[in-house]
């Protein structure tokens, strides 16, 4: 069971430039979240999955798109990368309606934009 | 909306003495979900403890206990006997419940202990 993982590790992009961050899971969760890190700010909730096929908005998606097309995959793209996008970012999934559950987190991608 | 404050931007404790961290949080929803969590400076994101807003006895998890305050809307983070492995970032979370597993964070709290 290799949990939640996501990649890459790093990332520099420069201003204008696209890419996509990668998570998966195999635990066979419904939801599935991406958040950032800022310093000084916790995590914010940027988009959120409750299954295949059905995405929402967390606190700050400006800027981002998901897909969710399999149980197991939730990538994050940035279509044109901003310095203020700058942050690490984190995957997340749980079971869906679990009340107890928590969610388990991957180990995060930290990204640079120059 | 739902709310967490941590007060407290970095804390201070001695090896094998017991600290608190404090949270308190905000929201109008009769049924949610506190959570902590610990950031060590790797980065990774550990679940320590959870505790329900209709659960009836504070959550313990080995050294970790949660001295939950409905009234006060407080859910403070208790370790007994710190170990120098208990430095790190520590995050209070909020959830609602009842089908909706968007997580609320607060900003954290830095905690130190020295040997």
């Known amino acids: 069971n290799a949990g939640v993982t996501q990649t890459p590790k790093f990332q520099v992009l420069k201003t204008g430039q696209s890419m996509t961050l990668q998570c998966a899971q195999d635990?066979?969760?419904?939801?599935m979240s991406w958040y950032r890190q800022d310093p000084g700010m916790g995590l914010r909730l940027i988009h959120y999955s409750v299954g295949a096929g059905i995405t929402d908005q967390g606190e700050v998606p400006n800027g981002y798109n998901v897909s969710r097309s399999t149980t197991e995959d939730f990538p994050l793209r940035l279509l044109s990368a901003a310095p203020s996008q700058t942050s690490v970012y984190f995957c997340?999934?749980?079971?869906?309606?679990?009340?107890?559950?928590?969610?388990?987190f991957g180990p995060g991608t930290r990204l640079t934009v120059l | 909306a739902q709310k967490i404050t941590q007060t407290q931007p970095g804390m201070f404790v001695q090896e094998k003495e017991a600290v608190t961290l404090d949270c308190t949080y905000d929201?109008?929803?009769?049924?949610?979900?506190l959570f902590w969590y610990k950031q060590p400076s790797s980065g990774e994101m550990i679940f320590l403890i959870y505790q329900g807003s209709y659960d009836q006895q504070n959550a313990t998890e080995g050294r970790y206990s949660l001295n939950f305050q409905k009234a006060r809307k407080s859910a403070n983070l208790v370790i007994s006997a710190s170990q120098l492995g208990d430095s790190a970032m520590y995050f209070c979370?909020?959830?609602?419940?009842?089908?909706?597993?968007?997580?609320?964070f607060g900003k954290g709290t830095k905690l130190t202990v020295n040997p």
């Open positions: 635990m066979n969760h419904e939801y």
């Open positions: 929201t109008s929803d009769p049924s949610y979900g």
């Open positions: 997340a999934s749980s079971y869906e309606g679990e009340d107890t559950d928590t969610q388990y």
């Open positions: 979370a909020m959830r609602e419940m009842g089908g909706s597993e968007k997580l609320v």
